[in-house]
């Protein structure tokens, strides 16, 4: 990651992340509470207080997410690979998916995706029997 700030003109200073998604450091994900050895996430912005932020987050082949539900929207851009969620609906490399709150669903991945992710107001987890 690259952090840096910059002068933009009328003297307003640019404060910056960069992440290449090909380079990003990589670690278990548990924003659910328990870790997931098939799952991890790079954190750009993601805040616990504000249950808000961007993230990467990488499956590995066969990877799940856990059952969950929006308490915002959630968007996100397919940068690799191909997820399905618990309904058959395929996303695939390029695809950019915005859910609104309310939404429920976990993702699967057979052969392993990199996805950019967008989430605002945070997510609880569900038993699946409540998708």
């Known amino acids: 990651m690259r952090e840096g700030t910059g002068n933009m003109s009328a003297g307003r200073k640019v404060r910056r992340k960069v992440v290449n ?12 509470g328990k870790p997931q050895a098939d799952l ?7 805040s616990d207080e504000d249950n808000s932020g961007f993230f990467l987050i990488k499956f590995e082949p066969g990877g799940v997410s ?4 929006h308490l915002g929207y959630e968007e996100f851009v397919i940068l690799e690979g191909e997820l ?3 309904d058959g609906w ?3 490399t390029g695809d950019c998916v915005s859910l609104s709150k309310g939404s429920r669903h976990f993702s699967t991945s057979k052969t392993g995706a990199i996805v950019a992710v967008f989430v ?12």
Do not use: C, M, V
């Open 21 to 32: 998604f090909k380079e990003a450091n990589f670690e278990t994900y548990s924003l659910q």
């Open 40 to 46: 991890s996430w790079h954190n750009i912005s993601w």
């Open 66 to 69: 856990i059952p969950h539900e």
């Open 84 to 86: 399905s969620d618990h």
């Open 90 to 92: 395929i996303y695939r």
């Open 120 to 131: 605002r107001g945070g997510f609880i987890t569900i038993d699946a029997d409540e998708l």
